[in-house]
């Protein structure tokens, strides 16, 4: 094999080597890992509304509040663990008004492999009921790689809809229980995902991949979603409008809210509709002198 070592290591780098390279590399500097991560929630997470109810990097939530970043580097599940239960105890025990939601950063910690992280999550995801702490917290997860769990059959790994969770960096995202319920209450969770899915496949999975690849997003910055014309979107600022408004006066606003939106889209499309073509002449039957109908006009 020594004869032929300058062969093999020669060998040119596949494009699925190449991809897999560029999307594991990590920046020394927090700033610049910080300053990847906040682009990508600013323009896929909040700019093409993939989460209703996060309105930039810095305001999410319901009620509206900051996001807080923390960066850790660890790469030993034990250190993460412990990183975890740090940030939990921060969230729980801070002002929903002082941080709404955390993103925990783990720059380097299962980069290079998906199932390991995935893997991980379950660790964190299987005892929060167990533990008592389901009513405080939920958990959602985020990898350059992820596949969702309930889509791979119909959609593949590569499919545009796991771009909603594919981050440059793996993630966690430690979110408030009472806010992700009032969230789920208002909005079904399968409309989210449907209209993330449709909207993630108008883009395309190649261009997303390149973006992910570069860690640059600037081709999205023109197609922000309007949320006046959306009908999630319209629902979550609705409900962040409402800010400490009785739960039944939100009710109703929402009731009222797609009620209107319903009317719309029915107008909408009564006018796209092409016209009806008028009804036949109707024929005058007659008797011919022989007996048999004759029509006559």
Not at 135 to 147: A, M, S, T
Not at 267 to 289: D, F, L, M, N, V
């Amino acid at each position: 094999l020594d004869k032929y070592k300058h062969l093999l290591d020669d060998e040119e780098e596949t494009e699925e080597e190449w991809e897999f390279r560029q999307l594991t590399e990590v920046p020394e500097d927090d700033k610049e890992v910080l300053t990847n991560m906040r682009e990508w929630v600013d323009v896929v997470i909040s700019d093409m509304g993939i989460c209703p109810f996060s309105q930039s990097a810095d305001k999410a939530g319901l009620p509206l509040g900051p996001v807080h970043y923390p960066i850790f580097r660890g790469i030993r599940p034990e250190e993460v663990y412990a990183k975890y239960w740090d940030e939990v105890n921060f969230l729980i025990t801070s002002d929903e008004k002082d941080i709404a939601t955390t993103l925990l950063i783990l720059p380097q910690f299962g980069i290079a492999n998906v199932e390991g992280f995935t893997a991980f999550t379950d660790t964190l995801s299987s005892p929060l009921e167990a533990l008592g702490i389901e009513k405080y917290i939920q958990l959602v997860f985020f990898h350059p790689q992820w596949v969702f769990r309930d889509g791979e059959d119909r959609m593949g790994s590569s499919g545009a809809a796991n771009f909603a969770r594919r981050s440059p960096f793996p993630m966690i995202n430690i979110l408030r229980t009472p806010q992700v319920r009032l969230a789920q209450k208002s909005i079904p969770t399968g409309l989210v995902y449907t209209q993330n899915e449709e909207t993630l496949m108008e883009i395309g999975r190649e261009d997303l991949q390149e973006m992910l690849i570069q860690r640059d997003w600037s081709p999205l910055k023109d197609q922000r979603v309007d949320r006046r014309y959306n009908k999630l979107g319209k629902i979550a600022q609705m409900l962040i409008d409402a800010d400490g408004a009785p739960a039944q006066e939100v009710k109703e606003r929402l009731e009222q809210q797609i009620k209107e939106m319903e009317e719309a889209k029915q107008a909408k499309a009564k006018q796209a509709a092409p016209p009806k073509p008028p009804p036949p002449t109707a024929s005058i039957q007659r008797e011919s002198p022989g007996g048999d109908a004759d029509s006559r006009p």
